[in-house]
């Protein structure tokens, strides 16, 4: 049981670049989330997905697109970087309802630097 | 809309010393209120978590949190701090489909 699994852990990106992050979780939950980590600013939601094909914006959605084709898989795409996009992201999952006390599990993070 | 502060961004104290982080929420709906833990480039960790029922809530690795709904409040505490525990710490408050609202954060940093 892998939990939250995230690739690449750490990426350089030119300013203008395209890249797609990869978040899976084997724990068949239904809710996964996009955020970033920025210092002194805690963590924001970017995106969100309450189920298999379905996508919502979150507090910073601007500049990033998702896809939830599979209930394990949770993608976050940055069609053109620019440096302001510099971050740590995180992908995070949980159950829907009190099944699962409302505990997110949290991936081990992706360190973006866009130059 | 709901919110969490932190009211501290840094908080120095000495091994074996007791601590307190504070956090604060304004919510107009029932909350859930959470405690994570990071350590140096690692992910996020469930400390505790506040549903309903005590307000007291005990959790992993000593540390404890009380509710108070008057203050609207959600402080973390241990009674005696170590090295070991040297990490930022972010409260949470529960939002629509599950989201979490997090405060920006309080660095704890345990000298010997």
């Known amino acids: 049981n892998a939990g939250v699994t995230q690739t690449p852990k750490f990426r350089v990106l030119k300013t203008g670049q395209s890249m797609t992050l990869l978040c899976a979780q084997d724990?068949?939950?239904?809710?996964m989330y996009w955020y970033r980590q920025d210092p002194g600013m805690g963590l924001r939601l970017i995106h969100y997905?309450?189920?298999?094909?379905?996508?919502a914006k979150g507090e910073v959605p601007d500049g990033y697109n998702v896809s939830r084709l599979k209930k394990q898989n949770f993608l976050l795409g940055l069609e053109s970087a620019a440096p302001s996009q510099t971050s740590v992201y995180f992908c995070?999952?949980?159950?829907?309802?009190?099944?699962?006390?409302?505990?997110?599990?949290f991936g081990p993070g992706t360190r973006l630097t866009v130059t | 809309a709901q919110s969490v502060t932190q009211l501290d961004s840094q908080v120095p104290v000495f091994e074996e010393a007791p601590v307190e982080l504070r956090c604060n929420y304004s919510s107009s709906v029932s909350v859930y209120l959470f405690w994570y833990v990071q350590y140096p480039n690692q992910g996020l960790q469930l400390l505790l978590k506040y549903l309903s029922g005590s307000t007291l809530v005990k959790g992993i690795n000593g540390f404890e949190a009380e509710f108070n709904k008057s203050q609207t409040s959600f402080h973390l505490r241990k009674p005696s701090v170590h090295i070991s525990d040297t990490a930022e710490y972010f409260c949470a408050i529960l939002g629509g489909y599950n989201k979490l609202i997090f405060g920006a954060g309080t660095r704890l940093a345990v000298h010997p």
């Open positions: 997905s309450v189920g298999e094909g379905t996508t």
């Open positions: 995070a999952s949980n159950t829907r309802g009190l099944a699962g006390s409302y505990e997110q599990y």
């Open positions: 724990m068949n939950h239904e809710y």
